[in-house]
């Protein structure tokens, strides 16, 4: 067992990677990963499917099949990635059942073709929730204001969600509205909220890059020293607000019918900078009871040398905001900043789906 990864998940925080593929679990890694390494769940999307299907032939039996079987190509895509979905689900089985919930999850993305799309979104994530046809499998809905009304109704199904592409505090706050209207439909409608679980994924190292762009613009020795900051700042904030939330009455209400909190998880914790310790989106941002999931590159390295201390957070509040005004001060418009972020995120995503298209179109042809 590394030491350096069990001790920060005893810290509180679970560990989940940020990477699937048919190699990972066809030759014992990821089982590796979770019984050696401390890893606890993984994350998925179209970025890491399309670079997992592209690689080598561990698609090419199960193309040809489906190919004879007369799948066309999004066809494939879906069967192929809900079946890698299910079988690390499986993997995490015990996981699972013993976090009572928390851990032991699998994410699968929605579309990211719908994300400006409430009522597709819907129908797509009730689709994949039946087809990986498991209890922890999470459906990844992007935090988009059309994804918000998406979320409250998987929510209210008694579907598990994984919020992704949250990038401010302010969108993060409708986050937790969405998923909170969602369990007092469910609660409604009379379904056990114990089965609800949900995660709020909170984008970090991307947040630095856009600004740290801006602030090389601006140029001032002012600018210049904000730099890196505002990553560890936003996610800061944002664990205050759900220290907020679930001190609330509205919050209370709900956990006394059995409900489980969203928990805060912290994703794009790879370092983008060189110039930047590569553990400081894990190293900065412990505290029980969050989630961190991680590219193998950061966790490997947190493995080596990261050093875990007991709560890195919530001691920093009034720091973090001082970041923001003073990124104001300097001149950098948060709100643009979010609005970019937010679209990039999603673009991104869509030009991965595209490229995942393409090599299987290809696979099939030359099936």
């Given at each position: 067992?590394?030491?350096?990864?069990?001790?920060?998940?005893?810290?509180?925080?679970?560990?989940?990677?940020?990477?699937?593929?048919?190699?990972?679990?066809?030759?014992?890694?990821?089982?590796?990963?979770?019984?050696?390494?401390?890893?606890?769940?993984?994350?998925?999307?179209?970025?890491?499917?399309?670079?997992?299907?592209?690689?080598?032939?561990?698609?090419?039996?199960?193309?040809?099949?489906?190919?004879?079987?007369?799948?066309?190509?999004?066809?494939?895509?879906?069967?192929?990635?809900?079946?890698?979905?299910?079988?690390?689900?499986?993997?995490?089985?015990?996981?699972?059942?013993?976090?009572?919930?928390?851990?032991?999850?699998?994410?699968?993305?929605?579309?990211?073709?719908?994300?400006?799309?409430?009522?597709?979104?819907?129908?797509?994530?009730?689709?994949?929730?039946?087809?990986?046809?498991?209890?922890?499998?999470?459906?990844?809905?992007?935090?988009?204001?059309?994804?918000?009304?998406?979320?409250?109704?998987?929510?209210?199904?008694?579907?598990?969600?994984?919020?992704?592409?949250?990038?401010?505090?302010?969108?993060?706050?409708?986050?937790?509205?969405?998923?909170?209207?969602?369990?007092?439909?469910?609660?409604?409608?009379?379904?056990?909220?114990?089965?609800?679980?949900?995660?709020?994924?909170?984008?970090?190292?991307?947040?630095?890059?856009?600004?740290?762009?801006?602030?090389?613009?601006?140029?001032?020795?002012?600018a210049a020293a904000l730099?890196?900051?505002?990553?560890?700042?936003?996610?800061?904030?944002?664990?205050?607000?759900?220290?907020?939330?679930?001190?609330?009455?509205?919050?209370?209400?709900?956990?006394?019918?059995?409900?489980?909190?969203?928990?805060?998880?912290?994703?794009?914790?790879?370092?983008?900078?060189?110039?930047?310790?590569?553990?400081?989106?894990?190293?900065?941002?412990?505290?029980?009871?969050?989630?961190?999931?991680?590219?193998?590159?950061?966790?490997?390295?947190?493995?080596?040398?990261?050093?875990?201390?007991?709560?890195?957070?919530?001691?920093?509040?009034?720091?973090?905001?001082?970041?923001?005004?003073?990124?104001?001060?300097?001149?950098?418009?948060?709100?643009?900043?979010?609005?970019?972020?937010?679209?990039?995120?999603?673009?991104k995503f869509i030009a991965?789906?595209?490229?995942?298209?393409?090599?299987?179109?290809?696979?099939?042809?030359?099936?």
């Amino acid at each position: 067992m590394n030491e350096r990864l069990k001790s920060l998940a005893d810290a509180g925080v679970s560990i989940w990677l940020d990477d699937l593929s048919r190699a990972r679990l066809t030759s014992g890694n990821l089982k590796d990963l979770i019984d050696n390494y401390s890893v606890r769940g993984v994350t998925s999307n179209p970025t890491i499917f399309a670079a997992a299907m592209s690689k080598g032939d561990d698609y090419a039996d199960q193309v040809s099949a489906l190919k004879t079987a007369g799948h066309d190509v999004e066809g494939v895509i879906r069967v192929a990635t809900t079946d890698d979905v299910r079988n690390a689900c499986d993997l995490f089985t015990d996981l699972y059942v013993s976090s009572k919930g928390f851990d032991g999850r699998v994410s699968i993305e929605v579309d990211p073709r719908l994300a400006n799309e409430t009522d597709a979104t819907i129908t797509q994530a009730k689709e994949l929730h039946d087809l990986v046809d498991r209890e922890n499998v999470l459906i990844k809905i992007p935090a988009t204001l059309a994804g918000l009304p998406a979320i409250t109704a998987a929510t209210a199904e008694g579907i598990s969600v994984n919020v992704t592409l949250i990038f401010s505090v302010t969108r993060y706050e409708q986050v937790i509205d969405a998923y909170l209207t969602g369990l007092e439909q469910a609660a409604a409608a009379g379904k056990d909220l114990s089965k609800i679980h949900s995660v709020a994924s909170f984008f970090v190292s991307r947040v630095d890059s856009e600004i740290d762009k801006r602030l090389d613009a601006i140029g001032t020795d002012a600018a210049a020293a904000l730099k890196g900051k505002a990553g560890l700042a936003n996610a800061r904030l944002a664990y205050q607000l759900f220290e907020q939330t679930i001190a609330s009455d509205r919050w209370q209400a709900l956990a006394a019918q059995g409900a489980n909190p969203q928990r805060p998880l912290w994703a794009s914790t790879g370092v983008k900078n060189p110039a930047y310790p590569d553990t400081m989106y894990v190293a900065e941002l412990i505290v029980d009871g969050v989630v961190n999931t991680m590219p193998e590159k950061t966790m490997m390295a947190f493995g080596d040398h990261g050093e875990t201390q007991p709560d890195t957070i919530t001691g920093h509040y009034a720091e973090s905001q001082q970041v923001f005004d003073d990124l104001t001060a300097a001149g950098v418009d948060m709100d643009d900043v979010y609005r970019v972020l937010e679209t990039e995120g999603v673009d991104k995503f869509i030009a991965s789906w595209k490229e995942l298209l393409e090599t299987v179109e290809n696979a099939l042809v030359n099936a």
